[in-house]
């Protein structure tokens, strides 16, 4: 098979790689409809995090199930499924708890840019939808296997409530997804903070009402202008740098609470600080596969459509045009179809 391999920073590439098989009893072995490049993929291609020896990339992924091990009876050959960025058993105690993403038997995804992909976990991880969905469907769904899950959970872990104020950091593809889970939650202010045009527009359209261009401690004196001078019930930290955590933390009122889903990269938060500002705070891995049948049924109903976030479409064998292109802010995120 073909799939994009990670070989230094800014060098990523299509090759051919070793067909995947099935190799423990929970094991399937899907091949891939559609996959994508994610924000989180950046870091090691912009050098922030060290890539090491070349390997596989991608985490997001739908497809049709080719081979199942023994003890996979949820799925079967032919299904179309939506999978998880994190593999879990969906019987332990965190995944009973609703913590999947901290399954005792998890394992992440790291090589779903590809033809075929192995899925460990198989029967705890893949939701197969009733029919094979039609074609413009399927952005949607990939959306959930990671950005719409991971926006929904920021949401849910900022403690998004009907009639609250929400501010979402970050107007990448899960940012923007999480305007779409503030909303869908109820929040009657929803404050986007966005520089981009194009981005604001869609999270306008996704249920922004108000659009915040100023960064900083700019940013966060504008949202307080905006909510009385106190902050927001509710913030979605959505990016994982130092000035993002900071900036959502100091637009959060006092009894609020932030929800943190961009991976921290130099992220430190003062103690003193926190404890004195009465501001609730939780995040981590999104424990998607919770989540999965309840956005499935909701992009299949048409209720929501994450797959907007998809504004480059391109041949899986373009995939390092798909990095080059979110590398310099040319795509939120690209789309990579077999």
């Known amino acids: 098979m073909r799939g994009a391999v990670i070989h230094s920073p800014g060098d990523v590439r299509f090759e051919n790689l070793d067909d995947p098989k099935v190799i423990e009893p929970t094991d399937a072995v899907i091949r891939t409809v559609a996959t994508c490049v994610c924000g989180s993929d950046l870091?090691?291609?912009?050098?922030?995090?060290p890539v090491g020896d070349p390997?596989?990339?991608?985490?997001?992924?739908?497809?049709?199930?080719?081979?199942v091990g023994s003890e996979v009876t949820g799925v079967r050959p032919g299904q179309f499924v939506v999978g998880s960025f994190a593999t879990s058993d969906n019987t332990c105690a965190n995944c009973l708890n609703g913590w999947q993403s901290s399954c005792l038997n998890r394992e992440f995804m790291s090589t779903c840019q590809a033809d075929y992909v192995r899925?460990?976990?198989?029967?705890?991880?893949?939701?197969?939808t009733d029919e094979h969905p039609d074609a413009e469907m399927v952005p949607s769904l990939l959306a959930v296997s990671?950005?719409?899950g991971t926006g929904w959970y920021a949401a849910l872990a900022a403690e998004v409530k009907p009639g609250s104020t929400a501010v979402v950091v970050g107007d990448g593809a899960v940012g923007l997804c999480g305007v779409i889970a503030a909303k869908e939650l109820g929040a009657e202010r929803i404050i986007a903070m966005s520089r981009h045009a194009s981005r604001q527009q869609l999270a306008l359209e996704f249920g922004a009402t108000d659009i915040v261009a100023e960064r900083g401690e700019e940013g966060v004196a504008r949202v307080k202008d905006l909510t009385g001078g106190i902050g927001a019930d509710s913030v979605l930290e959505c990016v994982g740098t130092a000035g993002s955590m900071r900036q959502a933390l100091h637009s959060t009122r006092p009894g609020g609470n932030v929800g943190f889903v961009g991976v921290p990269h130099e992220v430190a938060i003062d103690g003193q600080e926190l404890f004195f500002s009465?501001?609730?705070?939780?995040?981590?891995?999104?424990?998607?596969?919770?989540f999965l049948p309840y956005l499935i049924d909701?992009?299949?109903?048409?209720?929501?459509n994450p797959g907007?976030?998809?504004?480059?479409?391109?041949?899986?064998?373009?995939?390092?045009?798909?990095y080059?292109?979110?590398?310099?802010?040319?795509?939120?995120?690209?789309?990579?179809?077999?």
């Open 119 to 128: 899925i460990p976990n198989a029967h705890g991880t893949l939701v197969a």
């Open 298 to 304: 909701r992009v299949l109903t048409g209720r929501i």
């Open 324 to 338: 080059k292109a979110m590398d310099e802010r040319r795509a939120v995120k690209a789309l990579l179809k077999p």
């Open 308 to 322: 907007k976030v998809f504004d480059l479409s391109l041949p899986l064998d373009q995939v390092a045009e798909g």
């Open 43 to 49: 870091w090691p291609y912009r050098g922030l995090e």
């Open 146 to 148: 990671d950005v719409m």
């Open 55 to 67: 390997h596989p990339m991608g985490h997001e992924y739908v497809g049709i199930v080719e081979e």
């Open 278 to 290: 009465h501001v609730g705070l939780r995040g981590g891995p999104a424990p998607v596969r919770r």
